[in-house]
């Protein structure tokens, strides 16, 4: 099974950017597809971006269209998310996802909090 780590968050004004990173061991990289979603406190977790495994398809949720990008680094093993203009209500806990069919793996998630 796919082992997943996200780095990157923190705490960052609104308008501003952070990028996190998920990197990906214990399989071949380039047979996953790749996504990451986020949960604010008390709501569900919620799909905010993903990459196919070849990377030539990206999808976004609405609310992070034009704002946030989504990519692959072969050389890193990982999925990265750019995230700018930054808004409040981006504050969430960030979770990367690994599928390749049925096989669905999950990171432990990291913090992201914007201040208005």
């Known amino acids: 099974q796919v082992q997943l780590v996200e780095s990157g968050g923190g705490l960052v004004q609104a308008g501003g950017s952070l990028r996190l990173s998920c990197a990906v061991s214990g399989s071949i990289f380039n047979l996953y597809g790749m996504g990451w979603y986020r949960q604010a406190p008390g709501k569900q977790r919620e799909f905010v971006a993903s990459?196919?495994?070849?990377?030539?398809?990206?999808t976004y949720a609405d609310s992070v269209k034009g704002r946030f990008t989504i990519s692959r680094d072969i050389a890193k093993n990982a999925a990265d998310l750019q995230m700018n203009s930054l808004k409040p209500e981006d504050t969430a806990v960030y979770y990367c996802n690994a599928r390749r069919g049925r096989e669905s793996s999950w990171g432990q998630g990291t913090q992201v909090t914007v201040s208005s």
């Open positions: 990459i196919s495994s070849g990377g030539s398809t990206t």
